[in-house]
């Protein structure tokens, strides 16, 4: 029975998806749940597991290819798998004698030539110039797929470019999905949104008195590290329910009031920035928020983020502390109105009771939508979170 590999449904939120890799072939055989493909979107990569076992007997789409939701990427024939090992079992043992090449001998080659490739893979040839001889076929019998010219193609073509017109190194790579869809709203942002940064400095004493006190009991009851974001978190939330505007977001000439608090969490990956959403943020207590955030770090470097996870938000946080920003002016993740920017905490001297003393240091950076919120509700929002973190027992109480 034949059965049809199609790309998963996409969220109406993602606006174009493609073949990243294949990790089969054509003529391999295939088990159930199998990854077969990643479908890369501008989210998220996504993977596409086998409904069943069998042989793959043809890939549709290859590497590279734009694909919607149902597009078909490739067939499996679930009988095939019995055939094929009968076929390896029945075939007669050989009798020595001359060895006689024959034109089909050239597909059991680690590389090919252009009578051994598709005729789609074979265009591809012609057209770049790629070198068939040093291909290796991945399809049956060692045959030249469209991947493989595909692929080939693209290394020439980086190779090529390594040496610009001035005879300097350089290399010319594609922009990722994920990458491209960056940029794009960054530019969306900057050029819709009049934005605005208001600055503050935070003593952080007491949040690092306090992980100090507690620490070692609050990884033992919850069985996750008492970190800081944690503490960023709740006192982003404190403010945003005393200044809901910061929490908004603009539809057309509406603005938009939302009864909840959904924070997205920048955090890095191997393919870039992605912003996964802590849902109801004000609600969860800090060893909720606390193992969340954990678990976003481990998806995101794993690619294990999913679509769902990445959608919606509020209001974001972006922590470039952790790799050593003292100040920094945040991009607004739209649509929403506003983001924190927190950096690296510092020794730093301040003026304490006419005196110069050492204290914990953090720059909180708030950027603002200025078409809806006005600097008075951005400032006071600031001070809100300064206030809240200089004095974390505000956050327990709820003062």
Request: charged share 25%; aromatic share 4%.
């Amino acid at each position: 029975m034949l059965i049809d590999i199609k790309v998963p449904q996409l969220s109406e939120s993602v606006s174009e998806a493609s073949v990243n890799v294949w990790h089969i072939k054509e003529g391999d055989s295939v088990t159930r749940d199998q990854n077969l493909a990643d479908i890369e979107t501008d989210k998220v990569m996504l993977e596409t597991p086998a409904p069943g076992d069998g042989v793959v007997i043809e890939i549709i789409k290859q590497a590279g290819e734009p694909v919607t939701s149902g597009d078909l990427l490739a067939k499996i024939d679930t009988s095939a798998k019995a055939t094929v090992q009968q076929e390896a079992t029945e075939q007669p043992t050989p009798t020595p004698g001359p060895i006689i090449p024959t034109p089909s001998a050239t597909l059991t080659h680690e590389t090919g030539s252009a009578a051994s490739a598709s005729p789609s893979a074979r265009k591809i040839i012609e057209e770049k110039g790629v070198d068939a001889s040093k291909l290796g076929g991945s399809g049956r019998g060692g045959r030249i797929t469209k991947a493989d010219a595909l692929r080939a193609s693209a290394t020439d073509t980086t190779s090529a470019a390594t040496i610009s017109a001035t005879g300097r190194p350089e290399q010319r790579v594609p922009m990722t999905r994920l990458r491209a869809r960056i940029a794009e709203r960054l530019l969306q942002s900057k050029n819709e949104n009049a934005i605005l940064t208001t600055f503050n400095e935070v003593d952080m004493s007491a949040v690092i008195a306090l992980r100090k006190q507690y620490g070692d009991k609050f990884e033992k009851a919850h069985d996750i590290r008492l970190g800081f974001m944690g503490f960023f978190v709740k006192a982003a939330c404190a403010a945003l329910e005393r200044f809901p505007i910061v929490n908004a977001s603009i539809e057309g000439n509406d603005i938009v009031y939302h009864g909840y608090i959904d924070v997205g969490i920048a955090v890095g990956s191997p393919r870039g920035l992605v912003v996964p959403i802590l849902r109801d943020a004000n609600l969860k207590n800090i060893a909720e928020i606390e193992k969340e955030i954990t678990e976003f770090g481990v998806k995101a470097r794993d690619g294990k983020l999913s679509i769902e996870e990445l959608m919606g938000g509020t209001f974001s946080i972006s922590n470039g502390g952790v790799f050593g920003s003292m100040l920094s002016t945040p991009i607004i993740n739209p649509p929403q109105s506003a983001i924190l920017g927190i950096h690296a905490t510092k020794d730093r001297p301040v003026a304490v009771d006419g005196q110069v003393v050492i204290r914990p240091i953090n720059y909180l950076a708030l950027s603002y939508d200025h078409r809806i919120i006005d600097g008075r509700e951005a400032v006071l929002s600031l001070v809100a979170m300064k206030e809240a973190l200089e004095d974390p027992a505000r956050l327990l109480l709820g003062i």
